[in-house]
């Protein structure tokens, strides 16, 4: 399978380059990042700090998607919108873990899934968190009364709050109660804020160093708390998860899809 990595030049881009290396089953076909970005004209291989691999790092998204049979897409929300017309139009699979989307973005992108794109898109790529969504689902929905709060951690660098993989945590705890969590969500408190509003789901947004991320379902109930957490030591566990996700939709029909699909966890 060959593979395109888009935002080749960014921190997951490094990642990706070295993960799809490594897979058995797929090549690196191209390596595109934004034009005038440090990146472009460099061996994917050598920025990734691997052997040089012969693929350059190029600002010229059409001629690297000519031949290719998958993107991996971890850029900012305008360019995964716009590359997803690109890879709808071509019936490509597309593996987007950019974050920060608005609601409007999402719907753009899943309707590139109904145009012929096999699209899977998730907050997080790693085993870890789609395993620890299905476990917030549960507890969830067998403590009902128990507030939730869920605090994530990343590094200096992150522009986008929450993070995503705090909001994917988000809608399970909501689906668990079968509520929505655009109905529910307190992302920010500052102030007097008055009590607690009772079956709110609060998040907390916490950023410095190299955390390369980490985050804590908090179920908080009369005298007792039950914490469900996950900590993300390499961005290699997203990478891996994002090849896994791309050799996967290749045989699926058009459509948006999500990691527990990939993953066979049905719920
Ligand atoms: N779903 C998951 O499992 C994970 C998701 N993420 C998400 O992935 C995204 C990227 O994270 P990270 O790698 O840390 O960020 P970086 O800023 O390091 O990388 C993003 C890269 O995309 C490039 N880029 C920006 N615009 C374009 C464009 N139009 N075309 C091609 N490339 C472009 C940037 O270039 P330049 O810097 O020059 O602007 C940069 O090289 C974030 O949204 C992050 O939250 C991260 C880790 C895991
Ligand atoms: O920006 C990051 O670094 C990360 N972003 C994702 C998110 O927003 O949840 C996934 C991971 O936690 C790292």
């Known amino acids: 399978m060959k593979i395109v990595i888009v935002g080749a030049g960014g921190r997951m881009g490094a990642a990706n380059i070295r993960a799809v290396t490594d897979l058995d089953g797929v090549v690196l076909h191209g390596a595109v990042d934004r034009a005038g970005t440090d990146a472009i004209g460099k061996d994917a291989g050598s920025f990734a700090g691997i052997d040089p691999l012969g693929v350059f790092i190029s600002d010229n998204?059409?001629?690297?998607?000519?031949?290719?049979?998958?993107?991996?897409?971890f850029t900012i929300p305008a360019a995964s919108v716009a590359l997803a017309a690109q890879t709808g139009a071509?019936?490509?699979?597309?593996?987007?873990?950019?974050?920060?989307?608005?609601?409007?973005?999402?719907?753009?992108?899943?309707?590139?899934?109904?145009?012929?794109?096999?699209?899977?898109?998730?907050?997080?790529?790693s085993m870890g968190v789609t395993l620890l969504a299905n476990l917030v689902r549960k507890a969830s929905a067998a403590l009902l009364t128990y507030d939730i709060e869920i605090l994530e951690m990343h590094h200096n660098k992150k522009v986008d709050a929450p993070s995503g993989t705090a909001l994917l945590l988000g809608e399970a705890a909501?689906?668990?109660r079968d509520i929505k969590l655009g109905d529910h969500a307190v992302r920010v408190r500052d102030g007097h804020t008055g009590a607690r509003e009772p079956g709110s789901i609060g998040f907390a947004t916490l950023r410095g160093g190299t955390v390369v991320g980490e985050h804590s379902v908090i179920f908080a109930g009369p005298s007792e708390r039950l914490e469900l957490?996950?900590?993300?030591?390499?961005?290699?566990?997203?990478?891996?998860?994002?090849?896994?996700?791309?050799?996967?939709?290749?045989?699926?029909?058009?459509?948006?899809y999500g990691m527990d699909d990939v993953l066979g966890l049905t719920h």
């Open 61 to 73: 998204i059409e001629a690297a998607l000519e031949g290719a049979d998958a993107v991996i897409d």
């Open 90 to 125: 071509r019936g490509l699979v597309h593996i987007i873990g950019t974050t920060g989307c608005s609601p409007e973005q999402d719907a753009t992108i899943a309707g590139a899934g109904k145009a012929g794109g096999r699209i899977v898109k998730s907050g997080n790529f």
């Open 174 to 176: 909501a689906e668990g």
């Open 229 to 256: 957490a996950h900590r993300a030591e390499d961005r290699a566990i997203f990478a891996n998860g994002a090849a896994r996700a791309a050799l996967w939709a290749r045989d699926q029909k058009p459509g948006l």
